[in-house]
């Protein structure tokens, strides 16, 4: 009874409010410490509340304009934290005061307005700008920023703000969409070299997994496959990092990115050429490289039969997977697309053997492959067989250029004599230019060749078969035979051909690997699967391209010489032998090893390497004419 009656509450009348107030919350109690307390919390409470319905800071109060003035621009383009958060429902006065109490911890601009330095945490290569979002404490993640500086640690100097006071969201959409305007560069803009030699343009697929990174200004461009792009440093700017202001300033940071790379490119261009123009592009020897072959083998459908290895069930794939490497000089990987722009408007014309028709189809295959549009790419007369007819040529539609071949495995005219019974016999007319001469003399670049044909049996006997004139000789050695036909080709070029416009190439003796007889009795390369690495296995240098060097010291016009007999000597394994076809007749089912073809090359194969060959010929003769110029 006791205890309710303590606690029991005091009627109408009796005691006052303080008391009972104190009975009910005992924590107060008249210390000094606690009443500064309640005195804080109450004068927080009443500050809150009259913020909330204060007026706007346009108010004359010195103290508002304070505090509305540090969550506002600064005016040298670097945002507050209240431009940072600038969403419209999100400007209440509250964010305002809270913007107030941060704000000393930057330096007075100019305008003497205090603007804040925002860290993100841990800001490095490995992670990503975070950005807060402001509904919300969560964090968002953003494209790394081009205003980042490498390397450094250190946060961006400032963001632009808009002049309409855009959102968070609007900035990063900016910056973003600078960034991909840098990085992302038109098609053919650039061109490029990489570190192994091979040329070639930026294209916008390419720039998406292999970016360009510019260091600061004056410094060299290096590659960068894992890095985004940066522009390129402000000269103002101690940490290196731009402060992007304008639209005027994204395309001066375009434009200064593109011309640094171009500059830093081209130069490393000249490098290169002026490295093959003093190279000896025949010394060297072949090593493997995966990234080879230039086209992948069985998507060419211009190739004949008898250099389709893949096709014809060659099961080894070494033979194609090999690269020439010159001693003195790295050849660059040809490049179809900037080959097709040297050529555009231009004839290429192969005049030969079936060597030269080897070598045409290849460059067929690779020029081809580049081309977006291959339908745009056709002989003229819609031929898809090259084994037949005496010329033919194929055009490029969209560079308006033709790559043409001519058959004439002798250069000069096969004729026909009446003998002492009346009767006609086969004969070389050793003084006569081949019949289609006149359809090639104007073209822009000629790549002749001959010799296989030297080597069979009625040319290499010379009974009764070389003429002159009405002479025909009973017997002529084969070597003179030789030398007459190709000064009878060496006084047609300088007459003929305009050094001035065209470009006359002769491409070498290609080496044969028949082992165990020749082409006609039984030579076979069927079990050769790797290259000859030892040179004391080369065979003799042919007598035959003695000879044809002489012919050039004789001669009034350049001629470019593709001595390609050594490089071809080591490669025993590039000939189609037994795939040279893939239906066989009778006899030679019954034995296929003695129809075996060791003088051609499997393409892809060795013709792709003669082609790269005169792609680097090509590149330091078009140097040349410019400092001509």
Request: hydrophobic content about 30%; glycine content about 6%.
């Amino acid at each position: 009874m006791a205890d309710i009656t303590k606690y029991a509450p005091i009627g109408v009348g009796g005691g006052n409010f303080i008391s009972d107030f104190k009975s009910h919350f005992s924590l107060f109690r008249p210390k000094r410490t606690v009443s500064i307390a309640y005195g804080f919390v109450f004068l927080f409470i009443v500050v809150t509340i009259f913020l909330a319905f204060s007026p706007s800071p346009n108010s004359s109060s010195p103290w508002f304009t304070n505090i509305f003035a540090a969550s506002s621009s600064d005016g040298t383009g670097s945002a507050t934290p209240s431009s940072i958060f600038s969403d419209e429902s999100y400007r209440s006065h509250f964010s305002s005061f809270f913007s107030y109490f941060y704000a000393h911890n930057s330096s007075p601009t100019e305008d003497n307005v205090r603007s804040p330095t925002i860290k993100p945490p841990n800001l490095n290569k490995e992670s990503p700008v975070e950005v807060l979002k402001p509904s919300n404490s969560s964090v968002l993640p953003q494209k790394p920023s081009v205003n980042r500086t490498a390397d450094s640690g250190m946060p961006p100097k400032s963001f632009s703000e808009s002049n309409k006071g855009s959102s968070d969201v609007k900035n990063q959409t900016q910056i973003e969409d600078l960034h991909d305007k840098v990085e992302v560069l038109k098609q053919n803009q650039i061109p490029t070299i990489d570190s192994d030699g091979k040329i070639g343009v930026l294209k916008q697929n390419q720039t998406q997994n292999d970016k360009v990174e510019v260091l600061k200004t004056n410094q060299s461009i290096t590659r960068d496959t894992n890095s985004p792009v940066p522009v390129n440093s402000s000269p103002n700017s101690a940490s290196g990092a731009q402060t992007v202001t304008k639209n005027g300033a994204k395309g001066n940071t375009e434009q200064g990115l593109i011309k640094n790379l171009t500059s830093s490119l081209m130069k490393k261009h000249d490098d290169l050429i002026k490295s093959l123009t003093n190279c000896d592009f025949f010394d060297g020897n072949w090593v493997k490289d995966d990234s080879y072959p230039l086209y992948k083998p069985g998507s060419c459908s211009l190739i004949d039969e008898q250099f389709n290895c893949f096709l014809n069930g060659r099961p080894d794939n070494g033979y194609h997977r090999m690269k020439w490497k010159p001693r003195g000089c790295t050849l660059p990987r040809l490049n179809g697309s900037h080959m097709l722009e040297m050529l555009r408007g231009k004839r290429v014309v192969f005049v030969g053997d079936s060597l030269n028709r080897n070598m045409w189809e290849s460059l067929i295959c690779i020029l081809r492959n580049s081309v977006k549009d291959q339908s745009k790419v056709y002989e003229q007369q819609g031929r898809h067989h090259f084994r037949t007819e005496a010329s033919y040529s194929f055009i490029f539609e969209d560079y308006k250029c033709t790559v043409e071949f001519f058959v004439t495995p002798f250069l000069v005219q096969e004729w026909e004599a009446a003998d002492r019974n009346g009767t006609k016999k086969e004969t070389l007319r050793l003084d006569i230019i081949e019949r289609s001469a006149n359809h090639y003399k104007s073209a822009d670049i000629i790549v002749f060749n001959t010799g296989h044909w030297w080597t069979h049996e009625k040319t290499s006997k010379g009974e009764d078969y070389y003429q002159e004139g009405s002479h025909v000789y009973k017997e002529l050695n084969v070597l003179e035979a030789f030398r007459k036909a190709l000064t009878t080709w060496g006084r047609w070029i300088d007459a003929n051909v305009n050094p001035r416009k065209t470009l006359v190439f002769f491409r070498g003796y290609s080496a044969s690997h028949f082992s165990g007889g020749q082409w006609n009795s039984g030579g076979q390369c069927d079990n050769e699967t790797e290259p000859i690495k030892n040179d004391t296995y080369l065979t003799p240098y042919p007598p035959k391209m003695t000879v044809l060097e002489n012919v050039f010291k004789g001669m009034n016009s350049h001629v470019t010489y593709l001595n390609v007999t050594r490089m071809t000597d080591y490669r025993k394994d590039g000939h189609p032998s037994i795939y040279r076809k893939q239906t066989y007749s009778k006899e030679e089912r019954r034995s296929p090893l003695s129809f075996q073809d060791c003088s051609h090359w499997c393409l892809p194969g060795v013709p792709d390497a003669w082609n790269e060959i005169l792609y680097a010929e090509l590149l330091v003769n078009q140097k040349q004419q410019r400092k001509g110029h």
